[in-house]
């Protein structure tokens, strides 16, 4: 009982860090139909930032969380502008941004194998990973808990801005219809920035929980493709379907490797992906395209 307890709490911990990646997913398919595979690359830099703002900055995780996650967010708007938007001003093909998107993951991954080196990097001892027993229940890590209580407060307040907002209401609108949002008056580009910005921002987050449970090396953004598999589970351009998707996926990682084995992980997790396919291609929540947000 208790391992079971332990193994849960793991999974959503893992689940919610998923989430974080998989929304940024969602979002940018909601607006320009195509997934961004250049999304592991912002979590990447979101990481780096932190680790050497956190080295030169003495340890203040509250200003290298802060920076890190202005320079994802910077960074994904300056990808979109560079790579992306010359394409969609020419062509409504949205294979192009996707191969695109590919193109620029690998430039960014080897960007930092050039710059830093690929040596694994441990981020400074800032946040706890101290065990904490609950209710005489079980035992799990501060460090689960706590990435798990950051990610809801994130996920609560992209929730609270896309139903409050006004630029929510113009990603609900642009979701819609893009052409149409545009049509209306709504500065498309801006909006644009924007979705990018807010899934930067929110894959440096989980780069940072990432960094500290797998360390930080310029291949981590390849963990993206679960969160990429958690927002097909959950139905690509849902954002609940992509937070349930997660926690399945967490779940699904952490009870296999508490009760069958830690090599199957990752087979469960991609068998998922394809059961799902088969069954209900646009996922537990897909929705018509013009339903996306």
Known sequence: METLVQQLINGASL?????????GYSLVYSILLFSNFAHGGFLVIGGYICYYALRSLGNNIWIAGGLSLLGAGLSAVLTERIAYKPIRERTNITLYLLIASLGMSIVIENIFVIVVGGRF?????????????????TTTSAFDLLSLAVA???LA??????????WGLAIRAAAFDLKTAGLMGINV???????FFVAGMLAAVGGIF???????????????IKAFVAAVVGGLG???????????????????AGFVSSQLRDLVVFSLLVIT????????FGKKPLEKV
């Not at 689940?15 to 929304?23: E, F, N, R, W």
């Not at 379907?241 to 967490?250: C, K």
């Not at 396919?277 to 537990?284: N, Q």
């Open 121 to 137: 990097r441990a981020l400074p001892p800032v946040i706890p990973t101290d065990p904490v027993h609950l209710f005489g229940l």
């Open 277 to 284: 396919l088969l069954v209900k291609p646009t996922g537990l």
């Open 152 to 154: 809801v407060i994130f």
């Open 157 to 166: 307040a992209l929730q609270f801005f896309i139903a409050k907002s006004k």
């Open 15 to 23: 689940g919610s860090v998923y989430a974080l990646i998989a929304v």
């Open 238 to 256: 849902s954002l609940p379907g992509a937070v349930i998707g997660s926690l399945i996926l967490g779940l699904a990682e952490m009870l296999t």
């Open 210 to 224: 990432l960094s500290v449970r797998y360390t930080l090396y310029p291949q981590l953004g390849a963990i993206t």
């Open 189 to 195: 580009n801006m909006l644009i920035s924007i979705v």
